[in-house]
């Protein structure tokens, strides 16, 4: 698996109620080859064009697109139960808690039983279909990849980095700490881009011939590959790429902003 992806801190909000159909590891958890790996697996049906939420503390999640109408989630974690940990007490035990959401999506959240300071990381590698709504994907620590998808996303990591490779449709990110890259194909003039790294750099990806309105601030300066005509890269700066189109608000408010044509 190719991911370096999402740890989640503990200012999950609000969630998302509703019935939850919850799903445990075994104790003993099934090992993997006979290491401290343990591993949950499960396919649950998911529609084409509605969401997925995923509401984490700590691990790391890529999600990427298939061409199924299902969810298939694997989930490793790094470590077994009942080990003490730093702040004495037993580690925490995870559970996998599935509900279905709006429109027939998957919300899917992470929980312990024990002492939440204690718990090892859980790794969420998420196939679902290509064009679907990542409604809420929340975490504190770690990182994040969403690959191949198209449709709506929204992302707050409190300590990690963001990539997202092949993109399509609207997206809203924040970092707090950590970079964020990002490639966007196929931008549409009703697509809303807003991305902001708090504490980090942040590189987006678009295609040579994009047309599109820009509004960038960032404290390192800005850099990019596209003609933005009169305008002056110093900190923060409003321009128009080709013909103007959806708007995209990029901020990297320690760090620097690169603007990059997709190969």
């Given at each position: 698996m190719s991911a370096k992806?999402?740890?989640?801190?503990?200012?999950?909000?609000?969630?998302?109620?509703?019935?939850?159909?919850?799903?445990?590891?075994?104790?003993?958890?099934?090992?993997?080859?006979?290491?401290?790996?343990?591993?949950?697996?499960?396919?649950?049906?998911?529609?084409?064009?509605?969401?997925?939420?995923?509401?984490?503390?700590?691990?790391?999640?890529?999600?990427?697109?298939w061409d199924r109408d299902e969810a298939e989630i694997l989930v490793e974690s790094d470590g077994g139960t009942g080990r003490r940990g730093p702040f004495g007490g037993r580690s925490g035990r995870p559970r996998i808690e599935t509900e279905s959401g709006p429109d027939g999506g998957l919300i899917l959240r992470t929980a312990w039983d024990g002492d939440e300071r204690n718990v090892y990381p859980v790794h969420y590698y998420i196939n679902v279909p290509r064009s679907i709504d990542l409604r809420d994907i929340r975490t504190g620590r770690g990182s994040v990849l969403i690959a191949d998808l198209f449709g709506r996303a929204s992302i707050q990591i409190q300590s990690g980095d963001l990539k997202i490779e092949n993109f399509s449709g609207s997206l809203k990110a924040q970092v707090w700490r950590g970079r964020i890259e990002a490639e966007l194909l196929d931008l549409r003039r009703e697509d809303e881009v807003d991305l902001t790294a708090r504490a980090g750099d942040l590189t987006l990806y678009l295609e040579a011939g994009v047309s599109a309105r820009l509004e960038a601030e960032a404290s390192a300066g800005i850099s990019t590959d596209f003609d933005l005509g009169r305008a002056d890269l110093s900190r923060k700066i409003a321009a128009t790429i080709g013909s103007g189109g959806p708007l995209l608000r990029l901020q990297a408010l320690n760090g620097r902003i690169s603007l990059k044509s997709a190969l």
């Open positions: 992806i999402i740890r989640a801190a503990a200012f999950l909000g609000v969630l998302l109620l509703g019935q939850a159909c919850v799903f445990l590891w075994d104790d003993p958890w099934n090992g993997l080859g006979g290491t401290t790996v343990q591993e949950y697996h499960k396919t649950i049906p998911l529609a084409a064009k509605s969401g997925l939420s995923v509401l984490h503390l700590d691990g790391d999640i890529e999600i990427r697109g």
